[in-house]
């Protein structure tokens, strides 16, 4: 069984910066495909971010946000720079090991999410 907890979000003025952290538990992070995702009020989830062999972003986050993971920590991180009211949501992390990375269908591990909220 696989656990994923996040950490990292919070309030932060529009071009401040946030790391979300997601510690996981049960498997190796080296092992996984991590995803992160993005759920604003009255909005779907959405695909942010995901790490397999290489790196994946939506487009309205290339070149701001940076998906990484540390195999020592177990641990997967998503750096937001240049952060942008837009980007006020509930952010998720989620663990696969197969399927389409941008697809919430394809991750069978979910954490609980966690609030960043971009003030103008």
């Known amino acids: 069984q696989v656990h994923l907890a996040e950490s990292g979000g919070g309030l932060v003025q529009a071009g401040g910066s946030l790391r979300l952290s997601c510690a996981v538990s049960?498997?190796?992070?080296?092992?996984?495909?991590m995803g992160w995702f993005r759920q604003a009020p009255g909005k779907e989830r959405e695909f942010v971010a995901a790490?397999?062999?290489?790196?994946f972003y939506t487009e309205s986050v290339k070149g701001r946000f940076t998906i990484s993971i540390d195999p020592s920590e177990n641990t997967a991180y998503l750096q937001m720079n240049s952060l942008e009211p837009e980007d006020t949501a509930v952010y998720y992390c989620?663990?696969?090991?197969?399927?389409?990375?941008?697809?919430?269908?394809?991750?069978?591990?979910w954490g609980q999410g966690t609030q960043v909220t971009v003030s103008t």
């Open positions: 790490i397999t062999w290489r790196e």
């Open positions: 989620a663990a696969s090991n197969s399927g389409s990375v941008y697809a919430p269908s394809s991750y069978g591990y």
């Open positions: 049960g498997r190796r992070v080296r092992n996984l495909s």
